[in-house]
């Protein structure tokens, strides 16, 4: 039920891509950031209520500084809130993101989150000298950092990945208190219940199959954060998933399709999945599949199912 | 998605995967913005009142029945087919 949370945000998360477009065309990345900051600029005057930037730091993309795109969207905007989506906080100092996001939150009055994540690229770690076999506790270790500078101005910490901190201030401080921070996760069980234990709000990325398959994840963190002690408000739950929205469904579908099955499919060559088709694609479509694509009935309605 | 994951408080559309055309990413975002968000608010609103007029003792039975007919209306049977969950997340 949803008793306790009757309000929905609604918003966009984009990654930035780089070099060509779906007709294979190549992009001017100075006039495809220009368009993105025209589409954040849209979504504020319609009402949407957040936009987030993901950062990746690979060729196929021009979103490895999220914090700059998102500065820049502040400054055009009035009441939109702006988040990454996500930092991957694993390949990060803290202390930075930390200071990022509080000028962004300065500069948007207010208007900055967080979501940290360990990301599912890996390019990150080698570009920051960092191991891959730490991929659990660098997280585990920056996160605690990160929550203790929101915290404290202050900070007294220690850990193995960073030189500690023995209580030099971190500044400017956000005009939120706290700044949110979300955790963002994938199908990890492990995920779900550390944000559960921390007490942080959750941002599950349901890319594909069922989202229904996701409720005993989502149950679990639930459970955990209760146990933890946290109030039910303070556990709540977003989802980023893969949508579009055209006049009629076919013309969302079809548009849709070709740009997807591509993305999908030189991701899944690194990854081993097998080649993105038109039949998958239209399984996913159905009442229970995780793409929100068609006119805005059949989105609405799917939404709230 | 809000009713089959126990109330969702956010949801977020990646459409750059598809990489639109720019105007149809505009015209996107303007459709989910004037049509989508104010029919997903309209319905939890009225699944909302529903529901406290379930829970509302004091309620005139045909009221309840009424509230009770409405929540059942809103909840979907779900239709399973085979598909993995994609453990990947976040691109």
């Given amino acids: 039920m949803n008793k306790n949370h009757q309000q929905m945000e609604i918003g966009v998360d984009s990654f930035v891509a780089a070099t060509v477009d779906a007709a294979g065309r190549a992009v001017d990345p100075a006039r495809h950031l220009s368009e993105l900051l025209e589409a954040i600029t849209l979504a504020d005057e319609v009402g949407l209520d957040v936009f987030g930037i993901g950062e990746h730091h690979r060729r196929e993309f021009l979103d490895s500084a999220p914090t700059v795109i998102l500065a820049a969207a502040a400054a055009r905007t009035r009441r939109i809130r702006l988040t990454s989506a996500v930092t991957v ?5 803290p202390v930075r993101v930390f200071q990022e996001f509080a000028t962004l939150d300065l500069l948007s009055n207010g208007r900055a989150e967080i979501v940290a994540g360990r990301g599912s690229f890996i390019e990150a770690f080698p570009l920051f000298g960092l191991e891959l076999e730490d991929y659990d506790s660098l997280f585990a270790e920056k996160l605690d950092l990160l929550l203790n500078i929101r915290e404290n101005t202050h900070v007294h910490w220690s850990g193995k990945h960073r030189a500690p901190l023995t209580g030099q201030g971190v500044y400017p401080r956000p005009l939120q208190n706290p700044l949110p921070v979300w955790l963002g ?14 007490g942080l709000p959750l941002m599950v990325a349901i890319i594909g199959g069922e989202p229904h398959r996701f409720r005993p994840l989502i149950d679990r963190y639930r459970e955990a954060g209760l146990r933890a002690g946290h109030s039910p408000d303070q556990l709540k739950v977003g989802i980023h998933s893969l949508g579009y929205v055209a006049d009629s469904s076919t013309t969302a579908e079809d548009e849709f399709f070709p740009g997807y099955a591509q993305s999908f499919t030189e991701i899944g060559r690194e990854r ?13 479509l159905g009442p229970t599949g995780a793409l929100l694509v068609g006119d805005p009935e059949t989105v609405a309605e799917k939404s709230c199912a | 998605m809000n009713e089959s994951l126990g109330g969702i408080s956010r949801l977020t559309f990646q459409m750059s995967v598809a990489a639109l055309p720019h105007a149809k990413m505009l015209r996107a975002i303007e459709l989910l913005g004037t049509r989508v968000a104010p029919l997903v608010r309209t ?14 003792s004091h309620a005139l039975p045909e009221i309840r029945s009424f509230g009770n007919n409405l929540l059942a209306s809103m909840l979907r049977e779900p239709v399973l087919i085979n598909a993995e969950i994609d453990e990947s997340g976040f691109q």
Avoid: K
Avoid at chain 1, 89 to 93: E, P
Avoid at chain 1, 272 to 284: E, I, S, V, Y
Avoid at chain 2, 43 to 56: C, V, Y
């Fill in chain 1, 89 to 93: 906080l694993s390949a990060a100092d």
């Fill in chain 1, 185 to 198: 996760v994938g199908g990890t069980p492990g995920s779900f219940i550390r944000a559960g234990m921390l």
């Fill in chain 1, 272 to 284: 081993g999945w097998p080649p993105m088709t038109r039949a998958h694609f239209d399984a996913q």
């Fill in chain 2, 43 to 56: 319905a939890l609103a009225s699944e909302t009142a529903a529901a406290s007029l379930l829970t509302n």
